[in-house]
């Protein structure tokens, strides 16, 4: 019974938790229109957004692509 008791407190209390944690680092964030800290949103050729495959982008409208 105890044991109960515990997960339930544990399944209230961490997603809490995790969300005081993130709620400072996110308070900051004030303009809603700044994007992602990402390598490259748009495509240089066509300006198109551009899928970010980690080590290279790759423009699915153009097909332009790079690094
Ligand atoms: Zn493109």
Known sequence: MEALILLLIGAIAL???ALAARGDGQKRGKTA??????RRS?????????IDHGSYWEC????????
């Open 15 to 17: 997603p809490i938790l």
């Open 60 to 67: 699915g409208w153009c097909g332009d692509h790079g690094n």
């Open 33 to 38: 229109a700044a994007p992602r800290r990402a």
């Open 42 to 50: 748009r495509c240089p050729n066509c300006g198109s957004p551009v």
